[in-house]
């Protein structure tokens, strides 16, 4: 997880929780004051709403309600065709790989606070959802998840389960509503976020594709992710990639470049624009997340290293001491009470 300051995301991702709050009996006029928000202003296409003003919706929601798994249940209504320009491309693609394809390539559009990341083997094809530090919340994991999940049914048009479900966060009281859920293996305390589904699903083919409107649909797509792409949220969207991809291993700068749809070269000339390097850019990244690591206990300290992206400890031990100036096991030891202090104590 990385630092930016004041993302936003889209306004239907706020709407829709507005909604799924309203419609499980919360009062909507206590709902908008609790979290101070405008509800006129939820009612504007396209627009960019504060990630902070969400999470306070989140939080206002739950202080409301006795509700277990709004985010669950949020995601289990969420359809492609209601969610602005993302989700009609991804519905419009010719088959469920390019929708995916699709719908990672323009995650941005839906929120700036996340990072998107999908891989395929002859198993199963597996996407991987990262978030910015400061803006982490189970329920919008739980959201993402189930709203992908259902974005997948909704384009197969068919009943199908996922193979497995990972999740950072600890097993939580309603954690039997997962497993109903998704009706697969689902594992808590995990390194990453990862929802899985069998390959065999990829080759699906849109029985409706019209190739003229899908170029108009990605047309506008791309125009909406160019506004957005401004200069501030370049170097943090590399770093939110490279967050994504290091404990995989393919977070090399050619393999960076070419998931931006760019060359090596033009990429190292934009960061040089701004002033940094990529491999200052990995080391930030490592630094954060190592921190972050150490800092909530989110895992084993054996384990660090490699979801850093180091061949072995001793790589990552050398880069600690010089963030640090100390080892990460020494880091972890609490702090010596003074001596003086003991004897006043005892």
Not at 48 to 76: C, N, T, Y
Not at 217 to 223: H, S
């Amino acid at each position: 997880m990385i630092q930016q300051a004041d993302p936003y995301m889209a306004v239907e991702t706020t709407r829709e929780l507005f909604q799924t709050l309203h419609d499980s009996g919360i009062d909507v006029d206590k709902l908008a004051k609790l979290a101070k928000i405008d509800k006129d202003a939820l009612a504007k296409s396209e627009m960019r709403f504060p990630v902070a003003k969400h999470l306070q919706l989140w939080q206002a929601g739950e202080s409301l309600s006795s509700l277990d798994a709004i985010g669950l249940r949020m995601g289990a209504r969420s359809n492609p065709h209601n969610r602005g320009i993302v989700g009609l491309v991804f519905s419009a693609s010719h088959n469920l790989e390019a929708a995916v394809e699709n719908k990672v390539q323009y995650t941005k559009i839906l929120a700036d606070h996340i990072h998107l990341h999908w891989e395929k083997d002859n198993d199963e094809f597996s996407m991987c959802y990262s978030i910015l530090d400061g803006f982490f919340h189970p329920y919008e994991i739980e959201r993402v998840f189930a709203g992908f999940y259902n974005w997948v049914k909704t384009y197969l048009n068919k009943k199908i389960f996922p193979t497995r479900v990972c999740l950072q966060f600890a097993k939580p009281a309603h954690a039997r509503f997962y497993e109903q859920h998704f009706q697969c293996p689902v594992f808590f305390d995990q390194p990453q976020n990862v929802i899985a589904f069998s390959s065999d699903l990829l080759g699906h083919v849109n029985p409706a594709f019209n190739d003229y409107l899908y170029q108009i649909l990605k047309a506008r797509a791309d125009a909406v992710l160019e506004k957005l792409d401004n200069r501030i949220d370049f170097v943090n969207g590399v770093k939110s990639m490279i967050a994504g991809r290091l404990c995989h291993g393919n977070f090399q700068v050619e393999e960076i470049a070419a998931s931006l749809n760019m060359s090596k070269r033009t990429l190292h000339r934009k960061l040089t624009d701004e002033n940094t390097t990529y491999q200052q850019l990995l080391d930030d990244v490592r630094q954060e997340m190592a921190l972050s690591y150490l800092e909530k206990g989110q895992c084993n300290i054996t384990n660090i290293p490699f979801l850093l992206g180091y061949s072995d400890a001793r790589g990552f031990n050398r880069a600690f001491k010089r963030w640090t100036g100390t080892s990460p096991s020494q880091f972890l030891q609490p702090e010596p009470v003074p001596h003086n202090l003991e004897y006043c104590l005892g």
